[in-house]
């Protein structure tokens, strides 16, 4: 079972960058996907951006600001995120699964296994 811990979480003010990380304790296969996806209270979790061997994917008005990566000797994804704004706060998870194929990776369903979660806050 693999065990996703996030890290780099914390206090921001608006128009600040954060980078998120989340390791995972093995190695992750080619067939893995790793996504971020957030969660304000009381709303649904949504997509962030996610990562596959070779391609990046971004949720909607994500890309730009938001930069997903990989260091697979490190078995760690990143999440670089700039520019932030106040509504960006959330608790952030990382996840990882098979996915199934690039329509799903949006698809919290998809992913089998999940981080404790990272607070992030934007607030001056």
């Known amino acids: 079972q693999v065990q996703l811990v996030e890290s780099g979480g914390g206090l921001v003010q608006p128009g600040g960058s954060l980078r998120l990380s989340c390791a995972a304790s093995e190695r992750l296969t080619y067939s893995h996907v790793v996504g971020w996806f957030r969660q304000a209270p009381g709303k649904e979790r949504k997509f962030v951006a996610a990562?596959?061997?070779?391609?990046?994917y971004y949720g909607d008005s994500m890309e730009g600001r938001f930069t997903i990566s990989r260091d697979n000797a490190k078995n760690t994804v990143y999440l670089q995120m700039n520019n932030l704004k106040p509504e960006d706060t959330s608790v952030y998870y990382c996840?990882?699964?098979?996915?199934?194929?690039?329509?799903?990776?949006?698809?919290?369903?998809?992913?089998?296994?999940w981080g404790q979660g990272a607070q992030v806050t934007v607030s001056s």
């Open positions: 990562i596959s061997i070779g391609r990046t």
């Open positions: 996840a990882t699964g098979k996915v199934g194929g690039s329509a799903f990776v949006g698809i919290p369903g998809r992913y089998e296994y």
